[in-house]
């Protein structure tokens, strides 16, 4: 749980709006009809929602968020669009935080972020763990994911 930022409200805003929000969408529509699969109405809101937060949304921000007449959606229908979205790659979910953000790096990858203990946000970056995995794969054992989280301060919070 972030600590209480003294300077809320003055951080840039890092979800996706307008155009680029479209952009991402049309990208995710593309993508899963490459692999046979669907971007159905409730997969593309949860997706929606999630390209445009400014930081990690939690399950039942998501189940609130979900309705455009603010009724909230049936919490199956946004799990079972997360767990969708996780499995080809659209978000993941952040351990620690018990929360979800857009994938926003493509193809296949090791889940890394730092989180700021401050404002929340989860920045996600591309660690090379590619020779480490490698090695224990050679040992024998299949690793299905990984996730790695450093918390801290964010420039934003420290600067201030």
């Given at each position: 749980?972030?600590?209480?930022?003294?300077?809320?409200?003055?951080?840039?805003?890092?979800?996706?709006?307008?155009?680029?929000?479209?952009?991402?969408?049309?990208?995710?529509?593309?993508?899963?009809?490459?692999?046979?699969?669907?971007?159905?109405?409730?997969?593309?809101?949860?997706?929606?929602?999630?390209?445009?937060?400014?930081?990690?949304?939690?399950?039942?921000?998501?189940?609130?968020?979900?309705?455009?007449?603010?009724?909230?959606?049936?919490?199956?229908?946004?799990?079972?669009?997360?767990?969708?979205?996780?499995?080809?790659?659209?978000?993941?979910?952040?351990?620690?935080?018990?929360?979800?953000?857009?994938?926003?790096?493509?193809g296949g990858h090791v889940a890394?972020?730092?989180?700021?203990?401050?404002?929340?946000?989860?920045?996600?970056?591309?660690?090379?763990?590619?020779?480490?995995?490698?090695?224990?794969?050679?040992?024998?054992?299949?690793?299905?994911?990984?996730?790695?989280?450093?918390?801290?301060?964010?420039?934003?919070?420290?600067?201030?």
């Open positions: 749980m972030p600590m209480s930022c003294s300077h809320h409200g003055e951080h840039e805003h890092h979800g996706l709006r307008g155009p680029a929000l479209a952009h991402a969408l049309e990208a995710a529509e593309a993508r899963c009809g490459d692999s046979q699969e669907r971007l159905t109405a409730p997969r593309r809101r949860v997706l929606e929602l999630l390209l445009g937060a400014d930081a990690p949304l939690k399950a039942y921000d998501l189940i609130a968020a979900y309705g455009d007449k603010g009724e909230p959606a049936k919490p199956p229908t946004v799990y079972r669009a997360l767990e969708f979205l996780e499995r080809l790659g659209f978000a993941h979910r952040i351990e620690s935080l018990n929360a979800y953000v857009p994938c926003r790096i493509e890394a972020f730092l989180i700021c203990d401050c404002c929340g946000e989860a920045a996600e970056f591309q660690p090379d763990l590619g020779p480490q995995l490698a090695a224990i794969a050679a040992g024998g054992y299949q690793v299905r994911a990984v996730t790695l989280e450093a918390r801290g301060l964010c420039a934003g919070c420290r600067s201030r």
